[in-house]
């Protein structure tokens, strides 16, 4: 397995203002642990938002755009293809956007599904600066009642742990294809802090802010592990060995959790190329159509 740490310190790509971050962090936080695991709390719930790739582009700009009232929030709802065939749905990750799906769509319309996807709580389109699991699962619920029911899914890194969770809230998916998901809370809590490279003091103060804001059962209730231990329907789980955003093992632990799901290993694909590869989108569209 990786050295995902010392990939991602070494990351030539790694934004400036990260690095900055990061460097603050670091060399400060030891002695202001309370304030900087304050500021690090808020990082936590903030979004990042990335251009839309021009590889992206036709497919953002074929879609059918609706603007769909999720509780006050305006969500950036994509559909592509005949509305009266099967849906799938797709869920992206952290910091994600719907279009991520492009390299699916046309051997998902050709398989005869209508394909649906969106842009989460503050991701691409849809407006806001911080969001949360459990506010992105309600816009799931939410999409599910004005769009399903849907006949199959398949998702992006925490969009898996977000539908897995969504789907314990009487969302019913006959089949699901997770790329790359994270297993547990805890997971995800060890990536920011590494992605912030927060000394442990500082991260003690985050968990004790996260506590007392939302309480001990949560991290566990919204784990992946947990919550696909309770679903019945039949799952695909697909997780690269060269992933340095989350481990391989992660997706082995969701496929041994999940009573029917079954684990592919792809090698070389990293976390991002998964999403184009070929032989992953045959694997995902042949899963889907039963």
Known sequence: MPDIEAQQKKNPHMPFALRIMRFIFSTIGPFFPEYLGKLAYEFWFSTQRYKTPTKELPSKNSAA???????????????WGDMSAPKVLFAHGWSGRGTQCAFFIEPLLQAGFQVISFDGPAHGETPGKQTSILQFADVILEIEKQYGPFDAAFTH????????????????????????PPDTFDTIFKGFQRTLDLPDVVMQAVNSKFYATHGFRLREAISTITTVKTLSNQALIIHDENDTEV??????????????????????LGHRRIMRDRDVIKKTVDFLTG
Not at 159 to 179: E, F, Q, S, W
């Open 247 to 268: 481990p391989l093992n992660c997706g082995k632990h969701v496929a041994d959790a999940w009573p029917n799901a079954r684990f592919i290993k792809t090698s070389g």
């Open 65 to 79: 755009i609706e603007i769909m009232d999720a509780h006050g929030l305006p969500v950036h709802i994509y559909k």
């Open 157 to 180: 890194s925490f969009g898996g742990m977000l539908l897995a969770y969504a789907m314990t809230l009487n969302m019913d998916i006959k089949r699901v294809v997770c790329i790359c």
